[in-house]
């Protein structure tokens, strides 16, 4: 797989151009306040500012994140009404669909079935919080015949995904109640949506008092130590404020399940794009091991070395597994 399949360049870069315009009209005037790593809760140390944003790197966890972070509010008027976002929702999401639905949701489908299978005898309510255009929702249903609950809170998206015959809660997790979900075993999911959240324990709590016990949830996200983050740094078009806020990694992000209780936690980064990212980011790499290497670099050695980045833990897309304990029968 090649980012411009998926990120298609012209459009993922007027979409950069937008959010720049947005950062200064969301949150240039916005409080803004100090806060401790997301993962562990350690001071974090300054590190770069990027479009008025600064972040820090926590020097215990490497937990990459935003701070001082700007008010809650001025997030939720972002997401909600932003142009950015709107681009987002309708020009790239239709653009790269059908791209995406061949190249990472119908593998992220069989995935999640697969687990339904292993852990929950084939059956599951799936609940897809930030269900987005609804592509993952539709190639689920294919394979379990089971309704997907989607939770969006983008009206744009929530619309959309109603157009397309899927059940949609239109609110933030944090506001979604017991009464607004289908009744039985479930199995959360959350694909790319980690990054963003201005308070991810909160997420995480809220989430953790939704799901029974014995019901899991998976997500990825971006991992602050993947390599092609790592390389770039302030130059990845990864972290991209103020949508990337954290940057949690396979180490940290277990720190902060555990924090909250969730148990049986395995964490992989599956990635496929890191060497991709970097081959195209040409100047921008200037480490120089691996500016050597990626001119160097031929087809087959390219995809020895992504494999190897991604089986060892190294890969900037991180996929992680939890369950919220079965307390036992005295």
Request: charged share 25%.
């Amino acid at each position: 797989m090649k980012e411009e399949e998926i990120r298609p360049k012209k459009i993922f870069d007027e979409y950069l151009s937008l959010c720049a315009a947005d950062t200064q009209r969301y949150f240039a005037s916005a409080p803004r306040f100090e806060i401790g790593c997301p993962a562990c809760g350690a001071a974090g140390e300054p590190s770069f500012e990027k479009n008025g944003f600064c972040y820090a790197l926590c020097l215990d966890c490497q937990t990459l994140y935003v701070n001082p972070r700007p008010e809650a509010a001025a997030f939720a008027s972002y997401y909600t009404e932003a142009p950015s976002v709107r681009y987002w929702a309708t020009t790239f999401y239709q653009a790269t669909a059908e791209a995406r639905r061949e190249k990472i949701w119908k593998h992220k489908a069989g995935q999640i079935y697969d687990i339904v299978v292993q852990y929950c005898n084939g059956s599951a309510e799936i609940i897809d919080i930030g269900g987005g255009y609804g592509v993952f929702a539709e190639e689920m249903e294919k394979l379990s015949g089971d309704p997907v609950t989607i939770i969006e809170p983008g009206p744009e998206l929530a619309a959309v995904c109603r157009g397309r015959n899927l059940s949609v809660v239109e609110k933030f997790l944090e506001d979604v109640n017991s009464c607004d979900l289908p009744e039985g075993r479930k199995v959360f999911v959350s694909f790319e949506l980690i990054e963003h959240l201005h308070t991810p324990e909160l997420f995480f709590e809220q989430l953790y008092i939704l799901m029974a016990p014995g019901d899991h949830f998976v997500f990825t996200t971006l991992s602050g130590t993947g390599l092609d983050i790592r390389v770039l740094w302030s130059q990845s078009k990864s972290v991209s404020p103020p949508h990337h806020l954290n940057f949690f990694n396979p180490e940290s992000v277990e720190i902060l399940l555990r924090r909250i209780g969730f148990e049986g936690i395995t964490v992989t980064t599956p990635g496929r794009l890191d060497l991709d990212i970097l081959q195209k980011s040409g100047e921008q790499v200037q480490d120089r091991f691996w500016r050597t290497f990626l001119q160097r670099m031929n087809d087959e050695n390219k995809i020895q070395w992504q494999e190897l980045i991604a089986s060892s833990g190294w890969s900037s897309h991180m996929m992680v597994q939890c369950t919220k304990p079965v307390i036992p029968n005295d």
